[in-house]
């Protein structure tokens, strides 16, 4: 008898625990069972739910997630700009992770009112990185593969700061665009990785998140070293200041860029991004000792 009355107690359960986890706009994300069919709306959440070990529960994600390799097969639902709504709900997602500040917060307003669940993606600091995958990873049922993502760019980081700690102070320029000619303030990650290097943003104060500058305010602060957004596709950002022989960074030849896959985007590749900046100050340094 005490047998049947245990079993019909164990019956009685729910075969998950809900699911509770605060997001990036800090919003309370509540799921009745781990998702299984997620939609990423940004490529850095892409990276993001991959490294938390949720690739494959995958069902789209937005244009330029090109990483992981895996990604690129992802049937493709727009981009931040603009989302086929009709695609996102005949793939019948039930969590889709979103850019805080980058997707279109009407056609998410029409997503919210289906009633699917929205987790607000934004790390705004290297250090948000880890809490961004477990947290997904207790969405996702995923918990295990997020833990160890999380502890191995928790690694990274701090041997960046113990490297890095106390390093001589270096101006930087980051240009993420040529034309027209834009860069990041310090709210930024890509400015936390800036500072983690030992670097001063010489527009890191400007208001806007991604202000235009021109040439003309670039030789004023005078930086000691120009890093640009580059890919294999734009391999000459940097020649314009090569005409500027005043230029601290053109007079020294500091001139340098970096994966703009890497340092712009809030995924778990930036750490990877943040070494590589970081040897680039390290050269500006020497390039300053007479």
């Given at each position: 008898?005490?047998?049947?009355l245990l079993l019909?107690?164990?019956?009685?359960?729910?075969?998950?625990a809900?699911?509770?986890?605060?997001?990036d706009?800090?919003?309370?994300?509540?799921?009745?069972?781990?998702?299984q069919?997620?939609?990423?709306?940004a490529?850095?959440?892409?990276?993001?739910?991959?490294?938390?070990?949720?690739?494959?529960?995958m069902?789209?994600?937005?244009s330029?997630?090109?990483y992981?390799p895996?990604?690129?097969?992802?049937?493709r639902i727009?981009?931040?700009?603009q989302?086929?709504?009709?695609?996102?709900?005949?793939?019948?997602?039930d969590l889709?992770?979103?850019?805080?500040h980058?997707?279109?917060?009407?056609?998410?307003?029409?997503l919210?009112?289906?009633?699917?669940?929205?987790?607000?993606?934004?790390?705004?600091?290297?250090?948000?990185?880890?809490?961004?995958?477990?947290?997904?990873?207790?969405?996702?049922g995923?918990?295990?593969?997020?833990?160890?993502?999380?502890?191995?760019?928790?690694?990274?980081?701090?041997?960046?700061?113990?490297?890095?700690?106390?390093k001589?102070p270096?101006?930087v320029?980051?240009q993420v665009?040529?034309k027209?000619?834009?860069t990041?303030?310090?709210?930024?990650?890509?400015?936390?990785?800036?500072?983690?290097?030992?670097?001063?943003?010489?527009f890191g104060?400007?208001?806007?998140?991604?202000?235009?500058?021109?040439a003309?305010?670039?030789?004023?602060?005078?930086p000691?070293?120009?890093?640009?957004?580059?890919?294999?596709r734009?391999?000459?950002?940097?020649?314009?200041w090569?005409r500027?022989?005043?230029?601290?960074?053109?007079?020294?030849?500091?001139l340098?860029?970096?994966?703009?896959s890497?340092?712009?985007?809030s995924?778990?590749r930036?750490?990877?991004?943040?070494?590589?900046?970081?040897?680039?100050?390290?050269?500006?340094?020497?390039?300053?000792?007479?």
């Amino acid at each position: 008898m005490k047998i049947l009355l245990l079993l019909a107690g164990l019956l009685a359960l729910p075969a998950h625990a809900a699911i509770s986890v605060t997001d990036d706009a800090g919003h309370t994300v509540t799921l009745a069972r781990p998702a299984q069919r997620v939609i990423s709306l940004a490529p850095h959440a892409t990276e993001l739910i991959y490294a938390a070990g949720g690739g494959a529960r995958m069902v789209g994600a937005v244009s330029y997630s090109d990483y992981p390799p895996a990604a690129l097969k992802l049937p493709r639902i727009g981009d931040n700009r603009q989302l086929d709504l009709e695609r996102i709900i005949a793939l019948k997602p039930d969590l889709l992770v979103v850019w805080l500040h980058g997707n279109a917060e009407r056609q998410l307003a029409q997503l919210k009112k289906l009633g699917i669940p929205l987790f607000y993606s934004e790390p705004k600091k290297l250090a948000d990185l880890p809490g961004s995958i477990t947290r997904l990873g207790s969405l996702l049922g995923s918990e295990a593969a997020a833990k160890s993502a999380a502890q191995t760019y928790q690694q990274k980081l701090e041997m960046l700061t113990r490297r890095y700690s106390g390093k001589k102070p270096v101006r930087v320029f980051y240009q993420v665009w040529q034309k027209p000619l834009y860069t990041l303030n310090d709210s930024h990650i890509a400015s936390d990785a800036i500072r983690l290097c030992g670097g001063v943003n010489v527009f890191g104060q400007l208001p806007i998140t991604a202000p235009t500058v021109n040439a003309e305010a670039v030789l004023a602060a005078n930086p000691d070293v120009i890093i640009a957004g580059s890919d294999d596709r734009r391999s000459t950002e940097l020649d314009m200041w090569k005409r500027y022989p005043t230029l601290n960074a053109a007079r020294r030849q500091q001139l340098y860029t970096v994966d703009s896959s890497l340092l712009s985007r809030s995924g778990p590749r930036i750490i990877d991004g943040a070494a590589q900046l970081c040897a680039r100050l390290d050269q500006a340094r020497k390039a300053q000792t007479p």
